[in-house]
């Protein structure tokens, strides 16, 4: 069976704008709450859709917009900022109504042609995203206008090929999707822990406990820097890394790996700057930008304990930044906290060390089976492994 060679001009496969005329919402037009979501740009990542960050307009609103309106099965893809960020609009998502901004487009395949999860899998390989890093334009804002994206070129199986492919990879994509579910339920689990112990002081024996100056007996009130050190991070410009095992913490989150970790595991990592609030614990050895604040000494508690320490003090409120959030490590040490008995501690500890012992464990396996599927996708998809 042939595969056929075309541009996605070519390809049975509509590309749908934005609607930018009169109607295009205002400010005011949009909603916390409201008939349809209208997705920005950080609802589009990396790794699809992300609704932590939604803006809705109302019913009348969307029936006055011509062009961009989801169905379901299309592709969205951002094409203004950050370029190529794509997401699926499948069945389990949970919104009906949703559209598109002007800095994205919709790509609606012609089902007896072409399978909606077979181009989505293509648009997240290295065969469509090198093409589209190849093709944007802009300096200040990059872009990356409809006539360029129909010049991209896509090898398309015939349909029994096209669900074949799409079936291999959905099986890595399923595995993946269900540790990363586990992941979530154990930090849970250590959370609601950690609050109903140390935030409501339901601990063990709390009933049974005197109240001394206002906190439980056997526990200190300490300013944090005094329980532990927190430190800015190190300067690494993409220009002097070098790809190796350890990774690389920016303030949301891994940004890369280095061949040189500058602080021993376990870790704790939170943003300094740009995005704050995020506190991050790391099994292995890393490399914390100066973006973040990582914790340098765990003098009154261990690495897991901090994590929650810090989770529950809500860092973002502490923004000292004009312009760019801003957390001042000084500012911070001040801060009053509890810190409960080393018995109580040791407690805790018994139930919390093996879930992210666990939780270490699952993540590892996703970043193998990722790397597995990462390398397998674009063999599968430019047709160099049969099926």
């Known amino acids: 069976m042939e595969w056929k060679n075309c541009k996605i001009e070519d390809a049975p496969i509509a590309i749908i704008d934005g609607d930018r005329g009169k109607n295009y919402p205002k400010q005011g037009d949009f909603l916390n709450i409201g008939h349809c979501l209208f997705l920005n740009a950080s609802n589009v990542t990396k790794k699809g859709f992300d609704f932590n960050n939604c803006q809705f307009i109302s019913e009348d609103k969307d ?54 999860n077979f181009f989505y899998l293509f648009i997240c390989s290295p065969l469509f995203i090198n093409q589209v890093n190849s093709l944007r334009s802009g300096v200040a804002q990059p872009q990356l206008p409809i006539k360029d994206i129909k010049t991209i070129k896509i090898k398309i199986p015939p349909l029994p090929i096209q669900q074949k492919i799409a079936d291999i990879l959905s ?68 220009a002097k890394r070098t790809h190796g095992q350890y990774p690389i913490f920016a303030s949301t989150g891994i940004n890369g790996y280095h061949e040189k970790a500058k602080v021993q595991a376990p870790g704790i990592v939170t943003g300094r700057s740009g995005s704050l609030g995020k506190v991050m614990y790391i099994a292995e050895d890393f490399w914390p930008l100066n973006t973040t604040l990582y914790v340098k000494d765990f003098i009154k508690v261990d690495a897991v304990f901090a994590l929650h320490l810090l989770e529950n003090l809500h860092l973002e409120q502490y923004n000292s930044g004009a312009a760019v959030p801003t957390l001042n ?13 080393c018995t109580l501690k040791s407690l805790f500890l018994a139930f919390a060390n093996p879930i992210y012992t666990q939780i270490h464990f699952l993540d590892r396996y996703n970043q193998k089976l990722k790397q597995a599927r990462d390398i397998l996708l674009p063999k599968l998809m430019n047709g160099e492994i049969e099926v």
Not at 76 to 99: C, D, F, P, S
Not at 210 to 215: E, L, S
């Open 171 to 238: 099986k890595y994509d399923d595995l993946i999707e269900n540790n990363r579910r586990r992941i979530e339920l154990l930090e849970r689990s250590a959370r609601l822990l950690y609050k109903e112990w140390f935030v409501r002081l339901r601990f063990p024996g709390h009933e049974h406990t005197p109240i001394i100056d206002g906190i439980p007996e056997g526990w200190e009130r300490l300013k944090l820097g005094e329980v532990l050190t927190l430190q800015r991070g190190f300067d690494l410009p993409s």
């Open 63 to 116: 029936e006055k917009l011509r062009k961009g309106k989801l169905f379901q099965h299309d592709i969205v893809m951002t094409t203004r900022g950050t370029l190529g960020n794509v997401a699926y609009y499948h069945e389990k998502i949970g919104y009906e109504h949703i559209r598109i901004n002007s800095g994205m487009v919709i790509f609606r395949c012609d089902r007896n042609k072409l399978l909606p």
């Open 329 to 341: 490590r000084n500012d911070i040490h001040k801060i009053k906290v509890l810190c409960p008995s």
